[in-house]
């Protein structure tokens, strides 16, 4: 399994450069699963194709920074897939969406969006995510870049009993 995920995190190099400025380390997949087993609410979840292969991630913490916030610290999806990268991230998000709303008591995502971004950017807020008026500077290769961080309320249908 960490094999395929190492596969995947190499084959997804736009994302480490984007978000770390360097190519992704050849440990990269054993590192996360070190600090998995080191936490109590960091989790990934694979993104799996057709042919049971995995072509992206979500790596996310429950009660972050504050309780029943969970933060998307990643969305990786490889950068040749099947079809359009930008679907498979939707596809993705809404499910964790629909499983937090339905099986947790988190109320709010969010995640830090590089502002210069404009596609990721766009995607978020396609999503229905909304800019709030926090930011973070990140260092990311030598130069510091502004995040901007994206929330989304996690509605909760009424019950019918």
């Not at 080191?38 to 042919?51: G, H, L, P, T, V």
Request: aromatic share 12%.
């Amino acid at each position: 399994m960490l094999a395929d995920v190492q596969a995947m995190y190499e084959a997804s190099a736009s994302y480490f450069l984007t978000f770390t400025g360097h190519p992704v380390l050849p440990i990269q997949a054993a590192n996360d699963y070190n600090q998995l087993l080191e936490s109590d609410d960091r989790a990934i979840m694979a993104i799996w194709w057709e042919d049971e292969r995995i072509i992206g991630s979500l790596d996310f913490r429950f009660h972050h920074p504050v309780e029943n916030v969970l933060w998307v610290g990643a969305l990786i999806v490889q950068d040749e897939t099947p079809i359009d990268r930008s679907e498979i991230g939707r596809w993705a998000m809404r499910i964790l969406e629909e499983w937090l709303r339905i099986a947790t008591e988190i109320t709010e995502i969010r995640t830090a969006v590089p502002l210069k971004a404009a596609d990721l950017v766009r995607f978020w807020q396609e999503l229905g995510y909304e800019l709030t008026p926090e930011l973070l500077r990140q260092p990311v290769a030598g130069k510091y870049l502004r995040f901007g961080i994206f929330r989304k309320l996690i509605e909760r249908k009424p019950s019918l009993s």
